[in-house]
Structures are given as C-alpha cells and as structure tokens.
C-alpha cells in the first residue's frame, strides 16, 4: 500500500536531528514564524543563532539581520555525549539538549517574537551575549556592493551606519534608523524622476528597525570584542549566575509611515519601549504549535517506497516549504536569494570575507523570473496566506510603476521591469546610463531592455489565488474594489494595469514607426519587445503573447484578446513543428527557454490540452531547448517534462533538482547563479513535484500521476484552481482517487 495518512489521523512530518555539533554557521539549522527566521546551531560549547526579520531596509536597500546571540552555559554540557540538535517541524521549534540541559527555540506565530527557553537539572552559570558588527560605521566596498542597490555605482561615501544599542539590568535594546536620503533619492534622480518624486511610494526613507532582549535571571555584565568568520564584532554580555529555569524574548519590530499599528506613539511623537510583558511564553508556543500542526494538515506528498532519490526529493521538498511558512506573517516576501536564512558569506565563497548582512543580487532588490519561482507553488500546496506578502508587495509598487509609465511614455499601464527595487522602480544600477535622445523608460541593459511580462506572472498567482474558496482574502484588504459601494465588483488592478501598459505601450511603438497601431490584421506589435533575458529586440516573443493571452481571459479582457498575435511556431529541418521563440529576434543573451513559456506558466500546452506533441517537439526537438537543459538554480526544464507528462525526463531533473544541497540542512541548495541558500532552486522544485502529481485539462478535471513513475507508491493531498482539496494515492501501479472537496 502507498504511504499515506491513516484514516482520520494527522499528518506529522519527521524531525531534522543532529546528534553532533557544527563547525560553523553554515551548518546551521533553520527555524522561525511570522516574518522571522534564525539559523541556530551549536559551535564548541556555545548555542549560536541569527535572526532576521523580512523588511530589515537600511538607507543602501541591504537586508539587515538583526544580530547574531551566543549562549555560553559553564560545564559546557553541549559537550557531552548525549548531544542533540531537533527541529521539531510540527511545532516549529529547535530543541537543544545535553548533559542535563535543554534549550527550546522559536518565533511566535503572530507576533515578531523569538522566545529561548532555558531548562537545566542543576544550577548553572551562562553567559547570554548579544553580538553585533554594526557597532560601528562600516564602509560598502565595491567588493560587497552587489549586498545593496548601488551594485557597481557604489558611491564613495556609501555607509552602512551603526546601529544604536543600548543595555542595563536584565534588557537589551537596539535600533537602525535610516536617513530620510536614500538609495531611492538617488534611483529617482538618476531615472529622470525628480519632477515626480514627491508622489512616489518609498518605503525605505526614514524607516525605523529595532529589537529589544529581555532576559530575567540575567544581568548586563559590560562588552567584549571578538571576530567571527573574519568579521569583527562587539558583544554585549549577561550574565546568570544560577540557571536552572529561564526564558529569553527578543521583540523585532520596523516602522515606517505605513506601519504605525505597530508600536504606540507617545505624546511626544516617539515610539514608545516595548511591552515584553504583552506575550507569555507558554501561550506563544501552544498558539505556535498549533498554528504548525495545522499547516502540515492543509497538503503533504508522501510514499513507503525505499527508493533513495525519491525519499530525498520527497524530504526537501517538505523542508523547502517550512522556510517558505517562516514568513507567513510578512510585509515583504522570502528573497529567492536566500530568503531568511543567509550564513556568513565567508562559508559560500571563500573570497567573500563580508559581513553577515551579505547576499549577492541585493537586498531589497528582485528578480522577477526568479523570484517567481519561490511563489507558484504555493497555489498547489494551498498555502495562501505564506502567498501574500508577494503580492502585497506588488500592489504597493503598483502606482510607481503607473506613475513611471504616464512620466516617461505619457500613456497608461503599469510597466514593471526584471531587476526591480522594492519600491517599484528599475535597479538604479541596472537601469543603465542614458544619453540625449535615449528612451528614458527603457533600461541600457543588454540582458534587460524592453521586458516588462515578468510581473503578468504575479497577476496570474492572484487572480487564481481569489478564485480560491480557501484563501481567505477579503475584498477590502486584498482586492482593489471598482466601488466602494458595490463588493462584488472586483477590480484586479495588477493584472489590468499590466495589460493595459502593453496595448497602450505597443500602439505608441507602433506609431513611431509610423502611422498604424496596429498590423495589417489588426493586431497589436509586440516590438521591441524581449524572450526572458535571452531573445532580445524580439518581435512577439512567445513567452510575452502566451502571458498576455492568458491574463486577459482570466480578467475578461476580450478587448485586448481581441488584439494578440497568436503564439509564433516555427518548423525545424526534420519537419517537426514547434513553438518558437519569438517571430523574429536580433540576438540571444542569456541561457533562457521562453519558448517553453506557453507550457508553463502559461498552460496554453500541456497535458489536457491542444497541441500537446508541438510543445513536446519543442522541448526534446529544439536545438536551443536541448542546450539550454539543466537542474542548476533557477532553471525549469523538471516542470517542463512533467506538465509535457515526460514521465522518465521528470522524475530524472526533479530528483535531480530537490537532492541533497551541499551544507548540513539538506534544503540550503548551494549558490547557483544567485546566493546560498538557493530558494528559486527549491521553489522550482516544488513545483516541479507537485506536477508529476497533479495537473488540470482544459476544463479544470483534475488529471492524477500525469508524470509519476507507476512503480512509486504516493499519496498526496494538493489543491486545483479554486482551492479544491484533492486527495489520492498511487498504490502498486494503480490510482486510487481520494477525496475531492
């Protein structure tokens, strides 16, 4: 019989257990809740942790860490024989144990709380250090300018400034105020912006990011200095003198001028200290185990088969959607370059001998085509609300990007580029340098000139998620409503404002050119236009008409449907017929298969679906899909042969794509062409699994184990458009349907 859940009972996920200790942080152990995650492990004696917050912006867009606390307790009881590090992922905690003691470490659930609690058979005296390299200014280096949003315009004077930190008795408080002139003030001035700027959204000037410790049974000692991973610290110490039962809380918090619910504003207009007291531990870890248990019940993939590969992909899957539920309460989405859970960089390359703020390709800068890939599967694994922060992060950038588009073009839309700051603007260095002449909305960059469908993919993601009966949104705070007065007209102004950019943006290029908006069939010219990073001055890519397609029948847009250009094909020299890239195209720059878009995310081929052996020939036939193939990071080749139901090619790359990554915690996958750990890597391996398993015709008939080996047995629980719950099983080579509610 296949593995499964018994009947009536719930599913409990295994524990990660370590039984020896670390060498360093990259052997860290991931935990978290709400917007926080830590990497904690044990180094020669001493517990060691991170903690992160999603939305940690200074003036430079680097996502700062909070910290990094050390526990030192006398009689090193770590040391002992009876060693052990568990994640407890069905409770979402880290318990820590040996030689009579245990600590027991997490992130409350609806609150930016991380409690540790102490529990030792016998009196012991611990040193609790909190330890942090911004004690002081420190110079961006050009070396580690790629951490921020400067990259390679790394001002000379660029700061990362020092952090206030302030202790007495029994608390620690510590805070990172920016300056209210930033890298958004500099992103304005050099995109031509300045005549607008008063009305653009920026969430990073003036922003306000402060943590407070409490820790009764501990007393503030004084500061020692120290280096770890070559990065020079100060540690502010507190001692116990006699521990045997404690508990630490560690508030983090960030305000800016959205976000005043957060913390009172006392009389005098400053934030008020604050209040440890509000959160008991014992109800934060009842509600936060809870709040776990319940979320390995909404979907799971299991099997008893004893097949190695299969267990392991099984297994990281399973991890890799954990670190994705440690920000389930956030503003800001889980980065694809490491999400919450970057180490010292010292550990992912040896020449990086930076801070543990670093991570390459920014921190408040995205990557659209890589990002994406964290939150597609989401949809699948019916979990909505770890969805949200990326499209609430979407929804604020919107009006930049609409302002951006009227400024430069003097028409509608919103026009979002690839490498995108959090603020809805171009990376300023990406953006490129322009001369008299030049379109200003158009970025000097070779790899990134004239994309701008990236952000259809975030559309899509919510306008599948508010069909879902399970999801939870409501009108008021998560869909844009066309009258206030009138609920059930829903406007989806990130997929209308996307297309409307390109069937206003295309007639004005057309115009340009000439007299006509439109081609002799009355159809929109999707030129200069661009194939992924890699088909540029394409004209009508295939990954762009196959997305616009699909959006505007999702919105009911009959208008611009009415508009498109088919998706372009193209014959190769045997005869067989493909899609192809684009109908026309000047150069390739990139290792991208845009071609292979119109099969996901767009769906227009695929199993249940016409024309299902063209986009095959295109996947085993096209020259450039063949050359292309590969499991590395961000490609996507595993998600391709499964929704083609290439049973043997995608059991092959996804087992492939979600094997063991390189450091201890089996799902930090190592750099690939972004930073470690990699979560588009995990992203798209997800979705490449959930694939295999489920797929949907045409008509939305759910279509079970399109790609699965018939000799694996599996039971799964995954979700359909719609949010509808679908369990079934594969046992000895048979299906066995389950329930569908």
């Keep these: 019989m296949a593995a499964g859940v018994a009947c009536g009972a719930d599913y409990?996920?295994?524990?990660?257990?370590?039984?020896?200790?670390?060498?360093?942080?990259?052997?860290?152990?991931?935990?978290?809740?709400?917007?926080?995650?830590?990497?904690?492990?044990?180094?020669?004696?001493?517990?060691?942790?991170?903690?992160?917050?999603?939305?940690?912006?200074?003036?430079?867009?680097?996502?700062?860490?909070?910290?990094?606390?050390?526990?030192?307790?006398?009689?090193?009881?770590?040391?002992?024989?009876?060693?052990?590090?568990?994640?407890?992922?069905?409770?979402?905690?880290?318990?820590?144990?040996?030689?009579?003691?245990?600590?027991?470490?997490?992130?409350?659930?609806?609150?930016?709380?991380?409690?540790?609690?102490?529990?030792?058979?016998?009196?012991?005296?611990?040193?609790?250090?909190?330890?942090?390299?911004?004690?002081?200014?420190?110079?961006?280096?050009?070396?580690?300018?790629?951490?921020?949003?400067?990259?390679?315009?790394?001002?000379?004077?660029?700061?990362?400034?020092?952090?206030?930190?302030?202790?007495?008795?029994?608390?620690?408080?510590?805070?990172?105020?920016?300056?209210?002139?930033?890298?958004?003030?500099?992103?304005?001035?050099?995109?031509?912006?300045?005549?607008?700027?008063?009305?653009?959204?920026?969430?990073?000037?003036?922003?306000?990011?402060?943590?407070?410790?409490?820790?009764?049974?501990?007393?503030?000692?004084?500061?020692?200095?120290?280096?770890?991973?070559?990065?020079?610290?100060?540690?502010?110490?507190?001692?116990?003198?006699?521990?045997?039962?404690?508990?630490?809380?560690?508030?983090?918090?960030?305000?800016?001028?959205?976000?005043?619910?957060?913390?009172?504003?006392?009389?005098?207009?400053?934030?008020?200290?604050?209040?440890?007291?509000?959160?008991?531990?014992?109800?934060?870890?009842?509600?936060?185990?809870?709040?776990?248990?319940?979320?390995?019940?909404?979907?799971?993939?299991?099997?008893?088969?004893?097949?190695?590969?299969?267990?392991?992909?099984?297994?990281?899957?399973?991890?890799?959607?954990?670190?994705?539920?440690?920000?389930?309460?956030?503003?800001?989405?889980?980065?694809?370059?490491?999400?919450?859970?970057?180490?010292?960089?010292?550990?992912?390359?040896?020449?990086?001998?930076?801070?543990?703020?670093?991570?390459?390709?920014?921190?408040?800068?995205?990557?659209?085509?890589?990002?994406?890939?964290?939150?597609?599967?989401?949809?699948?694994?019916?979990?909505?609300?770890?969805?949200?922060?990326?499209?609430?992060?979407?929804?604020?950038?919107?009006?930049?990007?609409?302002?951006?588009?009227?400024?430069?073009?003097?028409?509608?839309?919103?026009?979002?580029?690839?490498?995108?700051?959090?603020?809805?603007?171009?990376?300023?260095?990406?953006?490129?340098?322009?001369?008299?002449?030049?379109?200003?909305?158009?970025?000097?960059?070779?790899?990134?000139?004239?994309?701008?469908?990236t952000a259809l993919e975030f559309a899509m993601m919510e306008l599948l998620c508010s069909k879902s009966h399970r999801a939870g949104f409501t009108l008021t705070q998560n869909l844009h409503l066309a009258a206030a007065t009138n609920p059930s007209s829903q406007r989806y102004e990130l997929a209308e404002e996307c297309l409307r950019f390109f069937l206003e943006h295309y007639q004005w290029e057309a115009r340009k050119r000439g007299e006509q908006p439109f081609d002799a069939k009355g159809r929109l010219v999707i030129y200069p236009g661009s194939g992924c990073e890699t088909f540029k001055m394409a004209r009508n890519a295939a990954s762009t008409i196959a997305a616009l397609r699909t959006v505007a029948a999702a919105v009911g847009d009959k208008t611009l449907l009415s508009r498109l250009p088919e998706i372009p094909l193209t014959t190769t020299a045997s005869g067989n017929t493909c899609i192809a890239p684009a109908e026309s195209w000047e150069r390739i720059q990139n290792t991208e298969t845009p071609q292979l878009y119109p099969v996901f995310p767009w769906r227009t081929y695929g199993i249940g679906r016409p024309g299902l052996d063209i986009a095959r020939n295109t996947y085993l036939k096209d020259p450039h899909a063949i050359e292309m193939r590969s499991t590395k990071g961000w490609k996507q080749d595993n998600i391709w042969a499964a929704c083609l139901g290439l049973t043997d090619e995608a059991c092959l790359l996804n087992t492939e794509k979600l094997a063991d990554g390189p450091y201890r915690f089996t799902a930090f996958w190592d750099p690939g062409f972004d930073w470690a750990p990699d979560h588009n890597r995990g992203g798209a391996g997800m979705i490449g699994l959930q694939e295999m398993l489920l797929q949907e015709a045409t008509d939305g008939t759910p279509i079970l184990f399109p790609a699965w080996p018939r000799h694996w047995n599996c039971h799964f629980r995954l979700y359909t458009t719609g949010g509808h719950r679908l369990e079934a099983s594969m046992v000895d080579g048979e299906i066995v349907p389950g329930k569908y509610d």
Excluded at 113 to 122: C, D, E, K, L
Excluded at 135 to 145: N, S
Excluded at 229 to 242: I, K, P
């Design 12 to 453: 409990v996920p295994r524990d990660v257990v370590w039984t020896t200790q670390s060498r360093n942080s990259s052997e860290s152990m991931p935990c978290g809740g709400h917007d926080i995650g830590m990497n904690v492990w044990v180094e020669k004696g001493d517990l060691l942790f991170y903690a992160q917050q999603s939305g940690w912006f200074d003036e430079n867009n680097t996502l700062l860490k909070a910290g990094r606390w050390r526990l030192h307790i006398d009689g090193q009881p770590f040391d002992q024989g009876d060693f052990e590090q568990r994640l407890c992922l069905d409770e979402g905690c880290i318990y820590i144990r040996g030689g009579g003691t245990e600590v027991r470490l997490w992130a409350d659930v609806e609150e930016p709380t991380v409690f540790a609690a102490i529990i030792s058979q016998h009196s012991r005296r611990a040193t609790l250090s909190y330890e942090s390299w911004r004690y002081r200014d420190r110079q961006v280096t050009k070396a580690e300018c790629q951490q921020c949003s400067y990259k390679w315009l790394v001002p000379d004077d660029c700061t990362t400034f020092a952090d206030s930190i302030e202790a007495s008795g029994d608390c620690l408080t510590f805070s990172h105020k920016n300056r209210q002139e930033t890298v958004f003030d500099f992103t304005v001035s050099r995109e031509h912006l300045d005549a607008i700027k008063d009305s653009l959204y920026n969430p990073i000037g003036g922003l306000l990011m402060k943590g407070a410790m409490y820790a009764p049974g501990f007393r503030f000692t004084g500061t020692t200095t120290g280096t770890y991973a070559a990065t020079d610290y100060r540690a502010w110490n507190f001692v116990g003198d006699s521990i045997r039962s404690a508990c630490v809380t560690i508030d983090l918090r960030y305000l800016n001028h959205r976000r005043y619910e957060m913390d009172a504003i006392d009389g005098c207009g400053t934030v008020a200290p604050f209040a440890f007291h509000s959160l008991k531990p014992s109800y934060s870890r009842q509600r936060s185990t809870a709040w776990w248990h319940q979320y390995w019940q909404r979907s799971w993939i299991v099997s008893n088969t004893p097949d190695k590969r299969l267990q392991t992909m099984l297994r990281n899957y399973e991890l890799m959607r954990y670190m994705l539920g440690c920000n389930a309460r956030g503003e800001w989405p889980t980065k694809f370059n490491g999400g919450l859970f970057t180490f010292d960089p010292l550990y992912v390359d040896s020449t990086m001998a930076f801070t543990p703020d670093y991570r390459k390709w920014g921190g408040g800068t995205m990557t659209a085509q890589n990002q994406r890939l964290v939150y597609w599967p989401l949809l699948k694994s019916g979990d909505y609300d770890v969805l949200q922060p990326q499209l609430d992060t979407y929804r604020r950038m919107l009006s930049n990007a609409v302002a951006r588009t009227r400024h430069y073009w003097g028409h509608g839309g919103a026009s979002f580029t690839e490498q995108i700051e959090n603020f809805g603007l171009p990376n300023p260095a990406e953006y490129g340098k322009h001369k008299e002449g030049d379109d200003l909305g158009v970025e000097k960059n070779k790899w990134l000139e004239h994309e701008w469908d």
